[in-house]
């Protein structure tokens, strides 16, 4: 893909959105109704880290697999937790399946604790279409498993690194059982740091796309992005854009910020704001 995609196709590491049970801070006093729905769209709204996360371990699988260096050494990046096996080790023969275990468990640089094996089946990845599949060996974070399938492609331009993103029959459970499921597709563009192809911290990415939740209780909740999400590599959260989750026919408007590198968001519903934290 050019150096577009940069080293930006394999494997993950970007967090989950402290994923069934992020705690809100100081939120206004809310009705039953809206504390029901904005429990609802804070599970949901993991599905939406977890791809960000397979996102990061992508890249960092298609780095290893294509050799990519600068100044004669690999380049440096932030998330290190676990170990990566590339077969064959030959840098021109492709497909490879690249492997990164992270054993009993490490604190990645995003601060999860990651336990488990993610297993890559990696293209030629500079070619248009080229794919890359991200599958789960026993693999969780902080205590949630993830099961299932997401799948890259190459769809870059001249200009523009372009990925997308399918996540297939993707599951997560944590330890008491609990587990929705969710399927969709995203798109992920790079808007910034596409000239300095070495420097994997100044890239930005802007994500649009959807996904489709079912939770255990049969329920569906529905995330489409309506102003493009702004995720940079040295930010461990989305830091802006907007969408609406619709929970079981009730609008949820999301609000990610102004590009402040933080870990809050906000939840409005029938006019009321409440924060939350990813």
């Known amino acids: 893909m050019n150096h577009q995609l940069k080293s930006s196709l394999l494997l993950l590491t970007t967090a989950f959105l402290c994923v069934f049970s992020s705690c809100q801070k100081d939120p206004a006093p809310a009705s039953p109704a809206d504390e029901a729905t904005v429990a609802k769209a804070k599970e949901s709204l993991a599905s939406q880290q977890l791809i960000l996360s397979s996102f990061h371990i992508a890249q960092r699988g298609a780095e290893d697999a294509n050799g990519l260096i600068a100044d004669g050494g690999v ?3 932030t998330d290190t937790c676990g170990n990566v096996t590339v077969v064959p080790p ?12 992270f054993g009993s468990g490490c ?22 279409n080229a794919q890359i599949s991200v599958a789960y060996d026993n693999y969780a974070e902080d205590g949630i498993n993830v099961e299932g399938q ?13 990925l997308s993103i399918d996540a297939q029959q993707i599951k997560l459970t944590d330890p008491n059982g609990y587990s929705f499921a969710f399927s969709g597709n995203q798109t992920y563009t790079q808007t910034a740091g596409n000239p300095t ?25 529905n995330w489409l992005i309506q102003s493009p999400l702004e995720k ?16 079981n026919g009730l609008p949820v408007l999301v609000d990610y910020g102004n590009g402040t590198c ?10 009321q704001v409440y924060p939350f934290s990813m």
């Not at 030959?90 to 275990?101: C, E, G, H, I, S």
């Not at 995003?110 to 094996?117: A, E, I, P, S």
């Not at 933080?262 to 006019?271: A, R, V, Y």
């Open 75 to 77: 380049e440096e990046r």
């Open 90 to 101: 030959d840098p021109f023969v492709f497909p490879k399946l690249v492997t990164v275990d």
């Open 107 to 128: 604190t990645d640089a995003d601060g999860k604790f990651k336990v488990g094996k993610v297993i890559m089946n990696v293209g030629a990845i500079w070619e248009p």
């Open 150 to 162: 997401f799948v890259f492609t190459n769809l870059s331009t001249a200009t523009a690194a372009i």
């Open 197 to 221: 192809w070495w420097d994997w911290h100044d890239d930005v990415y802007q994500v649009a796309g959807h996904i489709n939740t079912v939770l255990s209780n049969g329920e569906t909740v």
């Open 232 to 247: 940079a590599n040295i930010c461990n959260y989305i830091s802006k854009g907007t969408g609406v989750l619709d929970v």
């Open 262 to 271: 933080d870990n809050q968001g906000t939840f409005t519903i029938n006019g």
